[in-house]
């Protein structure tokens, strides 16, 4: 089993910034020797659950849904085993509870289905 946490998601003002972070724990062997994928997921209320951004752990290479190319970038830390969204010039419509979720795949899912671990989420609120 892989645990995720997440965190860093708070209320911002519309043009604001912050960084969500996501922590790996338990059995993460797989997500360095088996070059696993993470991604950021968002669901605002009444809505699916959405792609944000993935990376693939080993390569390293980087993908975004439309609606947060060039406002958000996600990167990996893996001495600490951890994922970081960085998201500037947010808008109101970026509010959601968002998520961290691990693939047990090298190949880079933008669907729900594609992810077997999944944490808790965090909620961002961006204000008008």
């Known amino acids: 089993q892989v645990q995720l946490v997440e965190s860093g998601g708070e209320l911002v003002q519309a043009g604001g910034s912050l960084r969500l972070s996501c922590a790996a724990s338990?059995?993460?062997?797989?997500?360095?020797?088996?070059?696993?994928?993470l991604g950021w997921f968002r669901q605002a209320p009444g809505k699916e659950r959405e792609f944000v951004a993935a990376i693939t752990w080993s390569a390293g290479n980087t993908y975004y849904a439309d609606s947060v190319k060039g406002r958000f970038a996600i990167s990996r830390d893996n001495a600490k085993n951890t994922v970081f969204l960085q998201m500037n010039s947010l808008k109101p419509e970026d509010t959601a509870v968002y998520y961290c979720a691990a693939s047990m795949s090298r190949v880079v899912f933008t669907t729900t289905s594609g992810y077997h671990y999944w944490g808790q989420g965090t909620q961002v609120t961006v204000s008008s």
């Open positions: 338990g059995r993460t062997f797989g997500i360095y020797a088996l070059g696993w994928s």
